[in-house]
């Protein structure tokens, strides 16, 4: 059931995103922080094509015990778009919220990103071998984690219109995370968990995509108008 259920899932949540992301950056117009969101959704999809088409291959053809390279190589991908998707929102969080540009919290995001990707890239990480130390999955991903705190955080204290969940969405998909690089290679079935953190990015990236779509529908009714009024 595995192997046809989640390359199913997985196929329609790449696909979605992608599709989500392209619509985004093509319709937004001269609005950029809806242009970099699409950007972000889009970058989303792509990093996680790199590790979930190995694994979708691995399932279907009952070899994913074989493609521990490839799924090592994506993962590792995976985990950096991840990262740079996250300033890719603190960016849009800074252009849709009414709070003046601050240098030192902009500092703070980047310097922990840069964190997580060069933990990311040490050899100790062993990404190519199937028994990954669990103690540097922990450790890269601690800057991961206080990224995604201060960015629940900032959603929550600054609200941006339409996205009233967003706290939620990323505060479930990292509860979701966790337990998977704590316990996955011990207790497999946790890695289903990866299912409902996915759900949390679709909410998330829709609640984009609606919010874009009314912004656009408020920028043609301002144009017309104006029109009208001439």
């Given at each position: 059931?595995?192997?046809?259920?989640?390359?199913?899932?997985?196929?329609a949540y790449l696909v979605f995103t992608m599709i989500i992301g392209i619509i985004m950056i093509v319709k937004s117009g001269n609005d950029k922080s809806y242009r970099l969101f699409g950007t972000a959704a889009l970058l989303l999809a792509v990093g996680d094509s790199f590790h979930l088409i190995p694994r979708m291959l691995g399932l279907i053809t009952d070899t994913l015990s074989e493609n521990v390279f490839a799924l090592g190589v994506g993962t590792l991908i995976t985990s950096i778009t991840m990262t740079i998707f996250y300033v890719l929102i603190f960016h849009f969080w800074q252009l849709r919220s009414d709070t003046p540009a601050n240098k030192s919290l902009s500092a703070i995001i980047y310097m922990l990103a840069i964190a997580r990707i060069v933990l990311c890239l040490f050899p100790q990480n062993e990404w190519f071998t199937a028994d990954s130390p669990l103690s540097w999955g922990i450790i890269r991903n601690i800057p991961f984690?206080?990224?995604?705190?201060?960015?629940?955080?900032?959603?929550?204290?600054?609200?941006?219109?339409?996205?009233?969940?967003?706290?939620?969405?990323i505060f479930f998909s990292f509860l979701l995370y966790i337990p998977v690089v704590l316990w996955a290679d011990t207790i497999p079935l946790?890695?289903?968990?990866?299912?409902?953190?996915?759900?949390?990015?679709?909410?998330?990236?829709?609640?984009?995509?609606?919010?874009?779509?009314?912004?656009?529908?408020?920028?043609?009714?301002?144009?017309?108008?104006?029109y009208n009024d001439k």
């Open positions: 059931m595995q192997a046809i259920m989640e390359p199913v899932f997985e196929i984690v206080i990224m995604g705190i201060i960015l629940i955080v900032l959603f929550a204290k600054n609200k941006i219109e339409g996205f009233r969940f967003a706290p939620l969405a946790i890695g289903m968990l990866m299912l409902p953190k996915t759900i949390c990015y679709v909410w998330f990236i829709v609640m984009g995509y609606r919010q874009s779509r009314r912004a656009v529908r408020k920028k043609t009714a301002y144009i017309e108008n104006e």
